[in-house]
């Protein structure tokens, strides 16, 4: 290994720890912290993050990279360090464009505007939100200004998320599965609806974590590299190689909240358990883009654990665990009950047929705003509207309708349409792994994984940042990030739930 | 304020950062932390004591300590800002007298010690521990060297746990409570021994848990500021203002092993809860020594905690946690169960009244062996003679003797000093406590310990680390550091209940 490529390597490892050390603090934030912490933990984190961020930005690692990348042009382009340069390359760039007070400058237009939101949604009264939202907007259009030349103003936005995803790229997709989905929500509206009282009942916080754990574990989830703990908003984070955390909520009264989650959560925890050792404090650890996070998320909570062969191998598991509640139900009308279809107002408690929609309406908006097509005042109106067009339904209030998400209080536009991408990208990756695993099914019947977590460690996670989204999906399936498998997905299965 | 001391105060601010980010991470890594992450914890520990250290022992930090003390010649010596230079500088100039390699050398030999300890005491083998123990003690006669001139080799070891003792102060303390001590431990044998059966019942861990918080809320224990948490080995730490965690181990079959040490790392947590916020991120913060700390941890836990009128305000109290195990007792057997003096062979086990015998045979062992005086081969022996003379008991293993402890294993020595040091400070202060607050018994029996908490706050824990510990001694006592009040207390409270 060449000195320089040694000393990039031991920045970025320093660089990687204090990180690291950031996420430590942030999950004992959500998790175990004090309340009386908050101010003390907000400057410990800020301090790590501008250490992190000067280290990182420093004209010695500038010179470094670009010193690399010309030796770089004789090495193997497919390499692990060929690959780590270039990455680590353009996230410097795209760092070092932006100034120090323009940072500084986000956070407290975020601060400010997560006060403002919080209190907006609690009253119920979208002015107090509104201007706030002006200078998210207006920060995120300057912003967007430092990374011309693009195509459409959202493309500088949505790179922070989805590397070399464009807004038209995502346009398309969103056009072409935006008919047949409206189409499929109208014909299941029509049919005899599901029953799914099953899931309303009494379920204790002890049965429910044994059985999240039982089945977690089963997925693969190695809880000697990580662990589950309880907080306000689900997440799941990597504290460093050989410790994934994640968490989760749990409601009484309606079972999927805490087990779906879980199996969602394990998802990303999967992924990043599945990046090998060597890539840890280089930039090439961690997932390579939202988009390809949620599809493994969604994968294990919906394309695994909403299957009818994974209920057929785990209910009789959970009638030992819940006798009373579930021990009458057959395996059909459980699956068809965590499988229910039913449009609503709140996108965190959308099904798999639904969800999709709320999340176009959110990127509408965001480019409406981001291209000065529409005004900030007008939103209630124009999400109550497309709300109505798109699900049939219109909320009753703003708490359950423009001001129901965090994302936009904390500066954060062009990360929803990642959630739908994951979605596609999820029957993309289930289509394939079909083809390589006839027998998939009657493996997840037996509640073997093995071989569902071995493909995906193969293909996907065991790459880490390696490849751009666009380029894995490609490289695994032919096809470049669309929307057929998932309608395809969709249409299969409830239409045979609904009888289309 | 001066550019030059603001100018510190940032740099002090960071540094307490990166101290306070460690402190967060070493909490996680001995309460949740999967077993698989201690490789990564142990790299991103390494980073932030690392860049803490060179923070902190800059030159540029230097100059300022210097341009500083010229300044601060016209400032009240006795104030905040005059007083954050003196002992900064003192830092500064003990931390930047140990070269870089020493620092990393000390590293190493205690990881070798202390996975040697490990082995050797499971396995009852010294010999194990013979070769790793000869390299710590080598280690820290080298490390004395730096810090000459002194009158004594262990000088230079004590002053980092407890700044301003010599060795001879600590000896001639010593010297003069050992044979008070030895006599009343033979006095006591030769009297009717007390029933402790009522602490060996079965106790349920979730009502420790109740008793405990219940009782260190009432100490005053905030914890909107701090929490509990089990851990293998209790302890304490700040993780920053506003941030006090204690921990604890459950022993459901011997009441004390969770409840009165939740009272004595409450009282750790109560000191350090105590210091305004003034104080956080400058060299003033925390405890000012290990001495002084502990006198408040056994102050809470011994003077409050295993006292009479403590007991008539709470055993009713206990009574309906545990109504079958405590329910009949009387105030006065449980009292004596509570304050049994028992030779044993564990230090962290040891009753009032022979704790500090475990602590003065420690002490001449570490003299012995950094003078040169004494083998280290030959430690078995010498631990077990002085048992037997001090204590009237001999070890039956060196897992139970010699091996027990795990300080020597990471380096520290000069440290079990302060153990005993804290018992005698603790009874110093509630001596002269009681001349304040006259009714201070009755108080307790009604349960209102406001009055301790704030008189302790107003002498002690406001200061952080404003006072070295002869000073704060002095300052409160008029007296330094002495035995005398311990043993009145010893006599007075064991003559009573042994009926001497």
Redesign the interface.
């Known amino acids: 290994m060449s000195d320089k490529l040694n000393e990039l390597k031991n920045r970025m490892?320093?660089i990687s720890?204090?990180d690291?050390?950031?996420a430590?603090?942030g999950w004992?934030r959500e998790t175990?912290?004090?309340?009386?912490?908050?101010?003390?933990?907000g400057?410990?984190l800020a301090?790590?993050g501008r250490?992190s961020h000067e280290k990182f930005t420093s004209d010695e690692v500038g010179k470094l990279f670009d010193e690399l990348s010309g030796e770089a042009k004789d090495w193997d382009d497919d390499s692990d360090e060929a690959r780590m340069i270039k990455i680590g390359k353009r996230d410097y760039e795209r760092r070092t464009k932006v100034p120090s007070a323009m940072i500084e400058e986000r956070t407290k237009i975020s601060n400010a505007a997560n006060d403002a939101w919080r209190k907006a949604r609690q009253d119920d009264n979208f002015s107090l939100f509104e201007p706030h939202l002006e200078k998210v907007m207006d920060f995120n259009r300057r912003y967007a200004e430092l990374f011309k030349p693009w195509d459409h103003v959202y493309d500088a936005l949505l790179e922070d998320y989805e590397p070399g995803m464009k807004t038209v790229d995502v346009q398309t997709i969103f056009d072409g599965i935006r008919p047949t989905q409206v189409a499929l929500l109208e014909a299941i509206a029509d049919q005899p609806q599901v029953d799914d009282s099953v899931l309303h009942k009494h379920y204790p916080t002890a049965g429910q974590i044994q059985s999240g754990d039982e089945v977690t574990r089963m997925f693969g989830f190695?809880?000697?590299?990580?662990?589950q703990?309880a907080v306000h908003h689900p997440f799941m984070t990597n504290?460093?190689?050989?410790?994934i955390r994640i968490t989760y909520r749990v409601d009484e009264q309606f079972l999927p909240t805490y087990l779906m989650a879980i199996f969602h959560e394990a998802g990303h925890g999967l992924y990043e358990m599945g990046i090998p050792k060597e890539k840890?404090?280089t930039s090439l650890y961690g997932g390579t883009s939202l988009a390809i996070h949620e599809s493994q998320s969604r994968l294990w909570e919906n394309l695994v654990g909403r299957s009818r062969p994974f209920w057929e191998f785990y209910l009789p598991k959970l009638k030992k665990i819940f006798p009373e509640q579930v021990g009458s139900i057959s395996v059909e009308d459980f699956y068809n009950a965590v499988n229910k279809v039913e449009p609503s107002m709140i996108r965190v408690e959308a099904d798999e047929a639904t969800y999709n929609m709320h999340i176009m309406l959110r990127m509408e908006i965001e480019i409406g705003l981001m291209e000065g097509s529409m005004a900030v005042k007008d939103l209630p109106e124009i999400w109550n509207s497309r709300m109505q067009s798109y699900l049939g339904i219109t909320p009753a209030n703003n708490a359950e309708g423009v001001l129901q998400d965090v994302h936009w209080s904390f500066g954060g536009v062009g990360y929803f349409p990642t959630y739908a991408l994951g979605n596609l990208v999820s029957a993309q990756l289930w289509e394939k792994m079909a083809e390589d695993m006839p027998n998939r099914d009657e493996q997840i019947a037996k509640g073997d994984f093995s071989n569902i977590l071995g493909w995906l460690t193969e293909k996907v996670y065991q790459h880490g940042r390696k490849y751009d989204p666009q380029e894995l999906v490609e490289n695994i399936t032919g096809e470049r990030i669309n929307g057929d498998a998932y309608i395809r997905y969709l249409q299969n299965k409830f239409g045979e739930i609904y009888g289309l």
Not at 32 to 41: D, K, L, V
Not at 222 to 227: E, H, K, Q, T
């Open positions: 490892a320093e720890d204090l690291f050390a950031a430590v603090l004992d175990y912290m004090p309340p009386g912490a908050s101010e003390t933990r400057q410990v301090t790590l250490l190695n809880y000697d590299n990580g662990r703990d504290l460093g190689y050989g410790d840890f404090r």
